[in-house]
């Protein structure tokens, strides 16, 4: 159904799509929104396995990577806190999701995330995602550098695993970490958590995020996801360590790391300059 026209952009119930020469391009924009998305009302299969770019940036480097990792377990999805021109750049293999931060705070009313990036892709990311059809999906941050074929045996690894969370590095935390009790409204006695610039999340445990956000009763995201796991008796597990690069860390990789990584490398800020 169509609300509007402008600058041959059409934009439809749910989605932008863009026009040239009187023909509908197979090219289609999703807002993450209550207006356009439905939340819950237009279900998708997007395959058993899908997975999810988070980003605020494109960058070219980026979408080279995302362009060339083949993946025929789901489909492959950006989610951008930016503007439509913005996220229209990435790869038309992607399927492009723009986040509305306005809908995603109506819902929600704990914030995943930290004060700087609430409301913003993650937050989105698990709303969406909430509503969609798939067995796992794949969560991947955009400044990890990786080799898409060797990424892709990496995923096809774990096809088979059913653990409900699959995170990065040991689930254990110190009693210093500051999420035990910064804005921690679920398991803050828990001692978990776990890195989100790459894992992979099952339906049921991210339908279970956004119910304790929209009830406020969650906590920081990386503490959040193997919290429940540990409250509910779900599985969870690590990757193998050779599955990773050495250097993954929280701390800014050189440029040079980036450039020659092949295996999952954190944090690579030079993806989307």
């Known amino acids: 159904m169509l609300h509007t026209s402008q600058g041959g952009v059409m934009i439809l119930e749910g989605c932008v799509c863009v026009v040239a020469i009187a023909v509908v391009l197979a090219v289609c924009i999703h807002f993450a929104s209550e207006r356009a998305g439905h939340f819950g009302r237009s279900e998708q299969y997007l395959g058993s396995q899908p997975i999810v ?7 070219d480097k980026l979408n080279e990577l995302w362009k060339n990792l083949h993946w025929s377990h789901g489909r492959k999805l950006v989610i951008c806190d930016c503007d439509v021109d913005t996220v229209k750049r ?12 306005r809908d995603t705070q109506r819902r929600l ?13 993650i937050d989105t990311a698990f709303l969406y995602m909430c509503d969609q059809h798939y067995d796992h999906f794949w969560l991947i941050e955009n400044d990890v ?22 995170g990065t590095g040991p689930f254990d935390r110190g009693e210093d970490w500051p999420w035990h009790t910064t804005r921690c409204r679920y398991a803050c006695e828990l ?8 894992c992979r999340i099952s ?4 339908k279970r995020v956004v119910e304790l956000a929209s009830q ?24 193998d360590e050779d599955d990773i690069d050495a250097g993954y860390s929280i701390w800014p990789a050189t440029e040079q790391d980036c450039e020659r990584a092949s295996k999952p490398l954190h944090a690579c800020k030079n993806l989307v300059l």
């Not at 001692?191 to 790459?198: A, E, Q, W």
């Not at 339906?203 to 991210?206: F, I, N, T």
């Open 191 to 198: 001692r978990s958590g776990t890195l989100m610039s790459f």
């Open 53 to 59: 770019l988070i980003t605020h940036k494109y960058g």
């Open 145 to 166: 550098a990786f080799e898409p074929s060797t990424l892709q045996q990496l995923l096809e690894k774990y096809m088979g695993d059913d653990c409900d969370l699959i």
């Open 216 to 239: 406020n009763k969650a906590s920081y995201i990386e503490k959040l996801l193997p919290s429940i796991c540990v409250k509910e008796g779900w599985k969870m597990r690590s990757f």
């Open 109 to 121: 009313r704990h914030s995943l995330d930290q004060p700087h990036l609430e409301w913003m892709a």
């Open 203 to 206: 339906k049921r445990l991210c």
């Open 90 to 101: 990435f790869d038309d293999a992607l399927v492009k999701i723009l986040v509305n931060r």
